[in-house]
């Protein structure tokens, strides 16, 4: 038998370290060990469980086993964002299993916590307003002590609160149906093999957005803290997770200037040359702009993300969003086997971006009336798609051709040069419905 070195731990292999399964008793910090069972096909315990041989982008080479090889020193059972945020710093490099009981309170006290001394709103929206301040000049050379110099303080004070930063070979993991986080942006940033599952995020909530009269004709507000990021990172694997604004969504917002006051950015953004992603069997509802891949289109950014930004979504549930899901630069995007259900505020789903090679099959749309098929795909920039056997209200329909003719001089090229090998199951896409229905989205493991 061929054996493999995987995070520390030699193991018997017959697929790489994707095979490597570990099981688990006790359940508290200090009270867990671990033996393995890649050979007794003995179900690990949900923290101790790996991304299997073969699912997607994630898999790919090494593969994805999170924190499964961690000892007992170094696994975490935590109830306060306190608790999660010394677990992901404690330890620092060994493997780490976190495990997420109840649902975390990551906003902080209140937005009046984080502003400094001197932050006024009200000054803000009297210093900026368009009429005095004009629409041709954006204000990050507003100095310190501007309104605009005091909000980008405060909001530096949230942005170290609601940010968690983690590390290398880690397991985040919901126990129950009830685990998550309220406010919190995880920092997935320059680092390898992490897994993330079970879990609730509602988004965070930017107390301090910024004005930018140069974003449109008209300005807007542009808020900061994605739910997850992904930042040059490699192997991530995002599974079964429920991504929502929750008690906040953005019909809940006021207008200033006569544009919406956006206190949300995104629910995932895979950047800056990340690679090696899997995200499957989650729910990613009630939000605006949703998943991003890649960032800009700028010759700085295209140096660092060309050739990297790999990434597969299957068995996803896409529901009630306008837009990004996802929206894609540069990488090779698997997309297959998910649902998404449009609202009527839909926008698009696809968006196809610069030099991105986005492969879309077995899918299943459900459009309500006055959402046309054609708002499926949009095109940012000339790239090809492949777009198979993909299924619009219960009918095979050609994507890319429905866009064509749909959208006036936006045609798309088909073939996006290249086939994905790593899946597993592929179901039919009439049977994605049902399947995702009943199994995407936090609370669904055992």
């Known amino acids: ?43 690990a315990g949900l923290d101790r ?33 306190e608790q999660f945020k010394a677990a992901l710093a404690d330890g620092g490099s060994a493997p780490r299993i976190v495990r997420v009981k109840g649902m975390i309170d990551a906003d902080g006290p209140s937005c009046a916590s984080f502003a400094v001394p001197g932050y006024d709103f009200a000054a803000y929206l009297k210093t900026y307003d368009p009429a005095v301040w004009g629409r041709t000049e954006n204000l990050d050379a507003e100095p310190d002590d501007s309104p605009e110099g005091l909000r980008r303080a405060s909001a530096a004070r949230q942005a170290a609160f609601v940010k968690a930063a983690v590390p290398a070979d880690t397991t985040i993991v919901g126990i129950g149906r009830d685990a998550g986080f309220q406010g919190a942006s995880l920092q997935i940033k320059g680092v390898d093999n992490v897994i993330v599952r079970n879990l609730t995020f509602e988004s965070p909530l930017d107390c301090f957005p910024q004005w930018d009269p140069t974003d449109t004709a008209d300005g807007n507000w542009n808020s900061e803290y994605d739910s997850a990021v992904v930042h040059g990172s490699t192997h991530v694997w995002l599974d079964h997770n429920t991504f929502t604004d929750g008690e906040h969504p953005d019909s809940t917002l006021p207008t200033y200037y006569g544009r919406l006051y956006q206190q949300h950015d995104g629910e995932l953004d895979i950047v800056k040359g990340a690679d090696y992603v899997t995200a499957s069997w989650n729910v990613f509802e009630d939000h605006d702009k949703t998943i991003l891949i890649g960032n800009s289109d700028s010759a700085s950014t295209a140096a660092v993300d060309r050739g990297h930004l790999k990434a597969t979504f299957h068995h996803n549930l896409f529901r009630n969003l306008v837009e990004r899901a996802p929206r894609i630069r540069f990488g090779q995007v698997d997309s297959y086997n998910n649902h998404v259900v449009a609202g009527a505020g839909h926008s698009y789903t696809y968006g196809i971006g610069m030099e991105s090679q986005l492969v879309a099959e077995h ?24 777009a198979a056997d993909n ?56």
């Open 1 to 43: 038998m061929r054996t493999q070195r995987c995070h520390g731990r030699v193991i018997a292999v017959a697929a790489g370290c994707t095979a490597l399964v570990l099981a688990v008793t006790g359940t508290a910090s200090g009270s867990a060990s671990a033996s393995a069972s890649a050979q007794s096909g003995a179900r």
């Open 49 to 81: 469980q790996v991304l299997p041989a073969r699912d997607g982008w994630a898999a790919y080479g090494t593969g994805t086993t999170g924190g499964a090889a961690a000892d007992a020193a170094h696994v975490y059972t935590v109830t306060t964002w």
């Open 363 to 386: 899918n299943a749309f459900t459009l309500p009336d006055g959402v046309p098929a054609g708002t499926i795909l949009k095109k940012w920039k000339d790239a090809p798609v492949t």
């Open 391 to 446: 299924h619009v209200n219960g009918r095979p329909t050609d994507l890319i051709a429905v866009h064509n003719a749909e959208v006036p001089g936006g045609i798309l090229r088909s073939g996006a040069g290249w086939t994905p090998v790593l899946r597993t199951r592929v179901d039919r896409p009439q049977a994605v419905p049902g399947l995702v229905g009943h199994r995407a989205g936090a609370g669904r493991l055992r």
